[in-house]
């Protein structure tokens, strides 16, 4: 299959799943579950270590195929090139030091390194191991030559990992590999190392204005656009501080320091502390545009004497265009970059364009992603669409699919903007 089409195709893929022998190896039988549920054919490589942690016979049952270690396993078959040969994608999760280290030096001496060196599809390690691997000078300078191979080594998941200790080296969850995985199979540039060492600051979710200590005022955002875009920036190398509102419950992004928050005032102060050390600040954030002019300290009652019918609201903060103003008044660094965000329906006059137009004019920001939105579309959605604005009337059209592909195409406009 053409790997540029595999993942738009509604044909099956073949991916390869490899399992390196590691603690995490439990949680490469819920990745296969993620691809066999979208209709993908998946064949298994364990390596004959990480059959001490988990069976033939569990990857045999969610695969429904064959599980084979050694390139003697099933000659006849030709199995040690085949698999590689054929497959669109392969993913290595958890993938070990010592098998990340057999890779970066092409060894074939197992069914999974051998199908990596004939494979010509992308393939994506997903590392586990202890923080003290991750950073020994050994393993840095095996996953960068992974790279500049052409492999995607992503980034670990920072956490608890096999013991009592907590760092950089942890497996993420299953659907964040799929997701990323799926990611560089549509566009194999989507994890380029363009944000090296840059320091990112996103909002992400809405913002809930309280009315009382129970009630509040809030939207629909459920803030996939924004971890997207955090996801894929620390894939891409930055050091990410992701301010989180209100938002669905979803897996922290590989490696971003998260700040919480749920009003907009307090958005606006995490994300000005956090702007005045960026290299980028991005507004992905649904922020509420009011918030009620008074918050009742205790539980407004029915039937009290207070009326409750009707809310007065006072205007919130405008958080870009404040980044903006800062950046102006020297308070952020005039090399910092602003990202603001447009979510329109358009109306009888004007469409979604237009209205993005003017708001890029409005805020005064680098670029602007315009997604068209309404009847069900984009807001708590997996995939989105639209357009990137430059100032100078230039519009990058961002075509139909996941948040995370959406993100890499943000990402890309923002390194190639002056
Ligand atoms: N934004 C912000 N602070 C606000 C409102 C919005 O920083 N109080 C940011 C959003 O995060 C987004 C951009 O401004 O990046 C545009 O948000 P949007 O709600 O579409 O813009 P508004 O100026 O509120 O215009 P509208 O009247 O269309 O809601």
């Known amino acids: 299959m053409n790997v540029a089409s595999a993942e738009e195709s509604t044909q099956p893929l073949r991916v390869v799943i490899g399992v390196g022998g590691g603690i995490a190896a439990y949680k490469a039988a819920h990745l296969v579950r993620y691809f066999t549920e979208q209709g993908h054919q998946v064949r298994v490589i364990p390596t004959r270590s990480a059959l001490n942690f988990v069976g033939a016979a569990t990857f045999e049952a969610l695969s429904g195929q064959p599980v084979a270690t050694e390139v003697f396993d099933a000659v006849d078959e030709v199995q040690h090139v085949r698999l590689g040969q054929e497959a669109d994608l392969i993913v290595v999760a958890p993938a070990t030091a010592d098998l990340m280290a057999r890779i970066a030096h092409g060894r074939a001496d197992d069914l999974l390194t051998a199908s990596c060196l004939v494979a010509t599809c992308p393939v994506v390690l997903a590392p586990a191991m202890h923080t003290e691997m991750w950073e020994n000078p050994a393993t840095v300078d ?3 030559t992974l790279r500049r191979h052409g492999i995607t ?3 670990p998941a920072h956490g608890r990992l096999t013991g009592t200790d907590s760092g950089p080296g942890r497996l993420p969850e299953p659907e964040q590999i799929g997701q990323l995985a799926l990611t560089v199979l549509g566009d194999r540039t989507a994890f380029s190392r363009d944000l090296e060492g840059k320091r990112v600051v996103i ?3 809405g913002t809930h204005e309280p009315l009382d200590p129970v009630r509040y005022l809030g939207n629909a955002s459920s803030g996939r656009q924004g971890y997207a875009l955090a996801e894929v920036a620390a894939q891409r190398g930055a050091r990410v501080t992701l301010v989180v509102g209100v938002t669905e419950n979803l897996p922290t992004p590989c490696g971003a320091e998260v700040v919480r928050v749920k009003t907009a005032r ?3 102060a995490a994300v000005m502390e956090h702007a005045r050390t960026a ?3 991005v507004m992905a954030a649904a922020v509420a545009d009011y918030r009620p002019a008074e918050v009742a300290e205790s539980k407004m009652k029915k039937g009290s004497d207070a009326d409750l019918t009707t ?3 006072t205007e919130n903060p405008d958080i870009l265009a404040g980044v903006v103003e800062a950046r102006s ?7 910092t970059k602003i990202v603001g965000f447009a979510a329109e329906t358009g109306d009888a006059e004007s469409t979604p364009l237009d209205f993005a137009r003017k708001k890029l004019e409005k805020k005064g920001c680098d670029l602007l992603m315009c997604n068209a939105v309404g009847e069900g579309k984009v807001f708590g959605q997996p995939d989105s669409a639209g357009w990137i604005l430059r100032p100078g009337g230039e519009v990058i059209e961002v075509p139909q699919g996941p948040k995370t592909r959406v993100a890499a195409a943000i990402w ?3 390194c190639e903007t002056n």
């Not at 008044?329 to 090399?335: F, K, L, N, P």
């Open 412 to 414: 890309k406009a923002v």
């Open 279 to 281: 290299d980028v600040v």
């Open 153 to 155: 080594v992503l980034e």
């Open 142 to 144: 095996n996953v960068a």
């Open 311 to 313: 809310v007065h609201l």
């Open 266 to 268: 307090q958005m606006q």
């Open 329 to 335: 008044r020297g308070d952020v660094a005039s090399t």
């Open 203 to 205: 909002s992400a979710g």
